[in-house]
């Protein structure tokens, strides 16, 4: 039997008429999908991904995980975190928010190691009893190639992130939302250069976030935030 760490990975929920070259016949029907690029990261850092369709008891996934990534995508619900939709926040998927935060709930319990990235980092903070800013269209660069390098992040002496990535680290950038007020056992440990939100920790659980894409720049094979989390994993 193979002891290679089996990594969950989230997604999301679109239609057949998202899908570009579907039959119009399918165009109601439901798909769960996510980049590949996350799969590639972990594969390439000694895991072995498996994508988490919505819809399932997360209880059911995660006595049959090492560890889980919790990838980029729609907006979360504002009324998880107290607040009204603004008119910038794009149209959330319910669906995948009770799915991450019962998944949050299983894992947690389990100890498991956590990686998010993107709407992951959101999502952990959110979970966490943390809020977001809904809208800040200057971190947004979406005009770019995904991997193109927009800004420099600053890492917290001593922190996680600075074991894996150092001081500093030039990163891309395609979030339009960012970490309000930070939850609850968490800590900010990365920051760009206006002071947005960059990387979180957990101060006591092995879990850890950051806001840029790592699966979407040209260093994916070697990052070492799918190396952490494999590495983790495999304890």
């Given amino acids: 039997m193979s002891n290679t760490p089996l990594i969950g ?19 109601d029907l439901s798909l769960d999908v996510y980049w590949v690029d996350y799969s590639q990261g972990i594969l390439a850092a000694g895991g072995l991904p498996v994508f988490l369709p919505l819809g399932v008891d997360p209880s059911l996934y995660v006595e049959r995980l090492d560890g889980l990534l919790m990838s980029g995508g729609a907006d979360i619900q504002p009324e998880l975190y107290g607040s009204e939709p603004a008119p910038e926040t794009y149209k959330p998927e319910p669906i995948r928010d009770e799915f991450e935060t019962a998944l949050l709930d299983a894992v947690i319990d389990l100890e498991l190691p956590v990686a998010g990235i993107c709407r992951g980092l959101q999502m952990i903070n959110v979970y966490s009893g943390g809020n977001l800013i809904q809208d800040v ?10 991997a ?9 002496e001593g922190s996680l992130l600075e074991k894996l990535y150092g001081p500093s680290r030039e990163v891309n950038s395609l979030h339009h939302q960012s970490i309000g ?11 760009s250069e206006d002071g947005g939100v960059e990387g979180i920790e957990h101060q006591s659980l092995p879990i850890v976030a950051v806001q840029w894409h790592p699966e ?12 952490w989390l494999v590495t983790e994993a495999k304890k």
């Fill in 148 to 156: 193109t390098e927009v800004h420099t992040v600053k890492i917290m």
């Fill in 9 to 27: 990975i989230t997604g999301k929920r679109r239609t057949g008429a998202d899908l570009k070259g579907s039959l119009k016949v399918m165009s």
């Fill in 216 to 227: 979407m720049m040209t260093s994916r094979d070697t990052d070492p935030l799918f190396n």
């Fill in 181 to 191: 007020d930070i939850g609850e056992n968490l800590v900010i440990t990365a920051r």
């Fill in 137 to 146: 269209p200057r971190h947004a660069v979406r005009d770019k190639p995904p």
